[in-house]
Nanobody
Framework: QLQVAESGGGLVEPGGSLRLSCAAS????????IGWFRQAPGKGREGVSC????????YYKDSVKVRFTISRDNAKNTVYLQMNNLKPEDTAVYYC????????????????????????WGQGAQVTVSS
């Protein structure tokens, strides 16, 4: 059974950068699509980014396009979320999640990005953007 764990969160000033890592264990990551979700205090969980098994299909929430980049290194069993030009509204707990559904395709629009499509979740990493 695949397990995933996030790392790389922290406190950063507005305009700063962080790189989140989603490390997999228990199975090879190369047959799993990965989603990044976040949940801010008092708000629901929202999808941020997605990458398919081959890395040739990705999705970004509109508000993070250009600023965030998702990538994967299957040899290291890790998916990354590079976050640049961070804003206070990016403050949230960030979760990575995995699905082993071979037919999964990253969504084209936010309304089709469902947490319920993912079966393995990490414990979350806090990202705080504040001066």
């Amino acid at each position: 059974q695949l397990q995933v764990a996030e790392s790389g969160g922290g406190l950063v000033e507005p305009g700063g950068s962080l790189r989140l890592s989603c490390a997999a264990s228990g199975s090879s990551l190369d047959t799993y699509s990965i989603g990044w979700f976040r949940q801010a205090p008092g708000k629901g969980r929202e999808g941020v980014s997605c990458i398919n098994t081959r890395g040739n299909s990705v999705y970004y929430k509109d508000s993070v396009k250009v600023r965030f980049t998702i990538s994967r290194d299957n040899a290291k069993n890790t998916v990354y979320l590079q976050m640049n030009n961070l804003k206070p509204e990016d403050t949230a707990v960030y979760y990575c999640a995995a699905t082993g559904d071979s037919g999964y395709a990253c969504p084209l629009r936010a309304e089709f990005f469902f947490p319920s499509d993912f079966e393995s979740w990490g414990q979350g990493a806090q990202v705080t953007v504040s001066s």
